[in-house]
């Protein structure tokens, strides 16, 4: 996704500190550590907390999820999920 340069943010979740510190050099890309998430629903709420936390998106802003499952599986992207933020809780 980085390399077509959008011009919204991508925020990368990891449980993998290397892993972030790597997503870190890459144009665009704002790596976050994190445990890692139990199902989609929970990737979408943490997401939506980390993005309205980091200020870059508001409560009803779109925000677009991509992500493997099963988790934890390495190179496994295979889901892309819309979503809308709410409110931090």
Same mark, same amino acid.
């Given at each position: !996704?980085? =390399?077509? =340069? %959008?011009?919204?943010? !991508?925020?990368?979740?990891? %449980?993998?500190? #290397?892993? *972030?510190? =790597?997503? *870190?050099?890459?144009?665009?890309?704002? *790596? &976050?550590?994190?445990? #890692?998430? @139990?199902? $989609?629903? #929970?990737?979408?709420? =943490?997401?939506?907390?980390? @993005?309205? +936390?980091?200020?870059?998106?508001?409560?009803? #802003? +779109? !925000? $677009? $999820? /991509?992500?493997? /499952?099963?988790?934890?599986? %390495?190179?496994?992207?295979?889901? &892309?999920? $819309?979503?809308?933020? @709410? *409110?931090? @809780?």
């Amino acid at each position: !996704i980085a =390399r077509e =340069r %959008p011009g919204p943010p !991508i925020l990368a979740l990891t %449980p993998n500190r #290397d892993t *972030a510190r =790597r997503l *870190a050099l890459v144009w665009g890309v704002h *790596a &976050i550590v994190t445990k #890692d998430a @139990s199902d $989609i629903d #929970d990737m979408a709420r =943490r997401a939506s907390k980390f @993005s309205n +936390r980091e200020g870059f998106s508001k409560e009803g #802003d +779109r !925000i $677009i $999820i /991509v992500a493997g /499952v099963p988790f934890g599986t %390495p190179g496994a992207t295979n889901m &892309i999920r $819309i979503g809308f933020c @709410s *409110a931090e @809780s």
